[in-house]
């Protein structure tokens, strides 16, 4: 029987998503930091989020010295890391759930925690986990490109790399060539935080971003908080990440179908 035709499904959740993606669909992703607002809650967010319609997660590992985020998920990282999370604990908490989590999951974090687990302990226990990717934010790409990528690409993980509207075009073509999976497209330079709209130059750079045809699908985050910003968002995206205000909701809440709830009002507004 000839097989030539037949496509093959990508083994990594984040391909297979966005492999799987109709062309009008647009994907809704949030960040959550592991461990707040409780130690013992990061399985129980994950499953109330996908049992509620979010395509994919990330997760974030907390540290203390973050250097991209603003105040609300600083602060959910100092509480996670006083509740006693650390990368250890989070993979057990994680493996726990495995069978019961379709959609992908992606950990967030920076370098030093990572390095100090172990670049290989660190991909071979997302895979154990089902973990999907990782998100590494001051990762410089040379060191990407030479130590973690032959890693990650022996357990199939894929690392996501960030672009701002200050990265030159070269850079982005370059980021393009060199990773799978989806870029994640910064709405500003700046630290995160949710704003009220995206002014004209952060859609122009959205519309130049999107007249580059790049080969990689990309998701728009920082600053997501309402209707205004998410359409916009996803007018110029394969969809949009939230961060500070659902962490925000969250930590008010202190239960992640309120928050939930709650988000999903915010952004119809």
């Known amino acids: 029987m ?6 093959e499904t990508p083994s990594n959740k984040i391909n297979k998503l966005f492999a799987e993606r109709a062309q009008d669909k647009k994907f809704l992703s949030l960040y959550f930091c592991a461990g707040c ?10 499953k109330t989020m996908q049992r509620r319609g ?7 590992i907390p540290f203390s010295d973050p250097l991209a985020d603003g105040p609300v998920i600083q602060g959910a990282a100092t509480q996670a890391l006083k509740n ?22 992606i950990l967030m974090g920076y370098l030093n925690p990572i390095l100090h687990y172990g670049i290989e302990a660190f991909c071979q226990s997302c895979v154990e986990s089902g973990v999907s990717g990782a998100i590494i934010p001051d990762l410089p790409f040379k060191d990407y490109q030479d130590i973690v990528k ?5 357990y199939d993980l894929r690392i996501i790399m960030l672009i701002t509207p200050e990265t030159s075009e070269e850079r982005i073509r370059f980021i393009d060539d060199n990773t799978d999976g989806f870029i994640y497209m910064v709405s500003s330079a700046a ?10 130059a952060k859609q122009a750079y959205f519309r130049r971003i ?7 699908p990309r998701m728009i985050g920082f600053g997501i908080s ?8 996803q007018d110029n995206a394969a969809g949009a990440i939230i961060g500070s205000k659902f962490v925000t909701l969250l930590n008010e809440s202190k239960n992640a179908d309120e928050a939930l709830d709650k988000l999903f009002d915010a952004l119809k507004r």
């Open 191 to 200: 630290i995160t935080g949710a704003q009220k709209s995206f002014d004209d």
């Open 2 to 7: 000839n097989n030539t035709n037949k496509v």
């Open 226 to 233: 309402n209707k205004q910003t998410l359409e916009a968002a």
């Open 150 to 154: 032959p890693i990650a690409d022996k």
């Open 37 to 46: 607002p409780t130690l013992d809650g990061t399985g129980d967010v994950i």
């Open 54 to 60: 979010i395509d994919f997660i990330e997760v974030g």
């Open 210 to 216: 999107n007249d580059m045809n790049l080969r990689n």
């Open 84 to 105: 006693g999370m650390n990368l250890k604990t989070l993979f057990a908490q994680l493996k726990t759930i495995r069978d019961d989590v379709e959609i992908p999951l």
